[in-house]
């Protein structure tokens, strides 16, 4: 178990030091001038001078890189060219707002995509089964930011009864926060529920099949008790892998979402970071978005070896 | 013998005629079995012809600008109504289907041309190569797919191409992961060690023998992510950063129609229901043809 856990951690560790790079020079890749950027357009050259002194901008590209990543991991991105403000207190402002987003979100998919993933795997080929296959199709083929823009149309232009855009914060008003984030969660949620529900569908299939299941109708226990005690326990285990995997396209989803429901959360801050060539700011928030994704991946693999001795033999040797 | 020779030759090849005969005809009782894959297939054919024929079928210019029909409803004129600048949303729907076709399918094919060869590599030869090339691929796996494409779309400039080659390259760690997967199992199969017993060198190995083995998992995933493509494409746009205004795509279509969803709801209908249907009958199709091509389901 020590092994696997210390191999597990290097590969994160060589994967997060690939994604710096990946990142540095990207950000240096993109066109323009960031001293320009900085300085305004009236600046003349002293000004741009002073500035590049300033940020270092002059030394040599791997001192750049160094003292980028030294700082980076002490938790100092920089600060952003256009607030002032430093990238560590934007996003600590922003991503509060996209995790209540993200949560919903997966809180919605949950919903849907166990029970109608364990109902069609068990009423497997019935019509229910059926619907249930066209319902996955829907939410993987419906472009979400259409859902949105549909779901908009129908509750807040046509009904009234949501309102369309915006954003307050649950601690101040509740109800008002909910109102305005079940449109987004939703949206956010079906694309993942269609994901978890044929992934629940296809374990929970296997799982019927297993001997221990057989042997726990044939000792007497009722459909019921063999369903919620022994199957469904032992079917979820590989969707919560899925669920660890899917936090990127979820991340992705939130960008859109945001743009649509004007959320002013970490999806919109990376679209505006972008348009306004914010150079720090880029450089930051897609730092903290991969690392975070390496970080919670190594957590679900680390605790799904955890619950399932056979797997952690497995994956040790895969990963030599 | 020559004549024994013919002799034989003749029922050889009525007998090889009528076996592809009926193989072609068990192909197709096969796929008739699936009548949603089948009409997925039939769709995305039709989206094709209208990408191609879009000049011919399209019954305006999408780019002709009417000041007199501005944001009309759709009626017998315009079936699908007028846009916020009098253009014929029929016609741009037409013609938006060449620009999402484009993107989905070469952002793909660029794919594999990058992760088929690298993750045959990588699975065939193991070791260092391999370490570096799965190392890689976490990275890059580990950026989401959207927020690496925006990234390399502001890097390379908002056109459709930089679009499809941004797409293609947040979509190409997939292909090498499956490929390495699939080269895996294969190189250990018996008729590959026979292969190479017999003195075959690598390429030969690689290219006979592997590759046309999992050609068809690898044609099965192009076919489901290629609806993937053509939502990033649409997205990309709709934030400004792939097709630009006023090039038809569905996406800056949906971003025009944002704001005018109270006046001319049925700006947001049409572009959004096409995306919707072509990634659909893409997914029937690919789901089909997953099964179809299951040596298990005869």
């Known amino acids: 178990m020590l092994e696997y856990l210390i191999q597990r951690l290097a590969i994160s560790a060589v994967t997060l030091a690939v994604i710096s790079l990946i990142v540095f020079t990207g950000v240096r890749m993109i066109p323009g001038d960031p001293a320009r950027v900085m300085a305004g357009t009236e600046a003349d050259e002293a000004g741009l001078a002073e500035i590049r002194e300033k940020y270092g901008l002059d030394d040599p590209i791997p001192v750049q890189y160094f003292r980028w990543v030294g700082l980076a991991i002490r938790g100092d991105l920089g600060e952003s060219i256009r607030t002032r403000e430093t990238v560590t207190q934007t996003v600590a402002k922003k991503l509060p707002i996209t995790l209540e987003l993200a949560c919903l979100s997966i809180l919605v998919a949950l919903t849907i995509a166990i029970p109608v993933g364990v109902l069609s795997a068990v009423r497997r080929n019935t019509l229910w089964d059926y619907l249930a296959n066209g319902l996955s199709l829907f939410g993987l083929s419906v472009p979400n930011f259409w859902l949105g823009i549909m779901l908009i149309l129908f509750f807040s232009v046509r009904l009234g009864w949501l309102p369309a855009s915006g954003f307050v914060s649950f601690f101040e008003d509740p109800v008002a926060n909910i109102t305005r984030m079940i449109m987004p969660a939703f949206v956010l949620g079906t694309a993942l529920a269609a994901v978890l529900m044929r992934q629940t569908r296809n374990s929970m299939i296997e799982v019927l099949s297993a001997d221990y299941i057989r042997t726990a109708y044939s000792k007497g226990l009722a459909g019921r008790a063999v369903l919620f005690r022994h199957a469904i326990r032992n079917g979820l285990i590989p969707v919560v892998t899925i669920l660890g995997l899917q936090m990127g396209a979820l991340m992705g989803g939130a960008v859109v979402t945001e743009q649509i429901f004007v959320v002013p959360g970490f999806g919109r801050l990376i679209v505006e970071s972008v348009f306004t060539r914010d150079y720090p700011l880029v450089q930051g928030v897609v730092l903290i978005t991969a690392s975070a994704y390496v970080l919670i991946n190594l957590l679900v693999d680390v605790s799904y070896s955890l619950l399932n001795p056979r797997i952690r033999i497995k994956g040790a040797a895969s990963a030599r | ?298």
């Not at chain 2, 094709?48 to 007199?68: E, K, N, Q």
């Not at chain 2, 192009?222 to 993937?228: H, K, L």
């Open chain 2, 1 to 298: 013998m020559p004549g024994d020779g013919g002799a034989v030759a003749a029922p050889a090849a009525a007998v090889l005629r009528e076996a592809r005969v009926t193989s072609l005809e068990r192909a197709w009782r096969r796929a008739a079995r699936r009548p949603p894959a089948l009409a997925g297939a039939a769709v995305v054919v039709l989206y094709l012809l209208l990408a191609l024929g879009a000049p011919w079928i399209a019954p305006a210019d999408p780019l002709r600008t009417d000041w007199g029909q501005i944001r009309k409803a759709p009626s017998a004129a315009h079936p699908f109504g007028t846009d916020d600048l009098g253009r014929d949303i029929l016609s741009r729907v037409i013609y938006g289907t060449r620009i999402s076709m484009q993107a989905g399918v070469f952002s793909i094919l660029l794919a594999m041309a990058i992760g088929v060869p690298a993750g045959l590599g990588a699975g065939f030869y193991r070791g260092a190569f391999d370490q570096m090339i799965m190392r890689l691929t976490d990275a890059w796996l580990s950026f989401p797919f959207l927020i690496l494409a925006i990234g390399l779309v502001t890097i390379l400039g908002p056109s459709l191409t930089n679009a499809t080659v941004a797409i293609g390259v947040g979509a190409t760690p997939t292909y090498i992961r499956l490929t390495r997967g699939l080269v895996l199992s294969t190189r250990e199969e018996d008729f590959v060690q026979a292969a190479r017993a017999l003195g075959a060198g690598d390429l030969r190995v690689m290219g006979r023998h592997i590759l046309p083995n999992i050609a068809s998992a690898l044609l099965v995933q192009a076919t489901v992510s290629i609806p993937g493509a053509i939502i990033a494409e649409a997205i990309l746009s709709f934030l400004g950063l792939g097709v630009q205004p006023p090039n038809p795509s569905w996406g800056t279509m949906l971003n025009a129609a944002q704001q005018f969803l109270e006046t001319a709801p049925w700006m947001a209908w049409w572009p959004g229901l096409a995306i919707f249907s072509l990634a659909l009958s893409f997914n029937l199709a690919g789901d089909g043809l997953r099964d179809w091509l299951d040596p298990k389901d005869y």
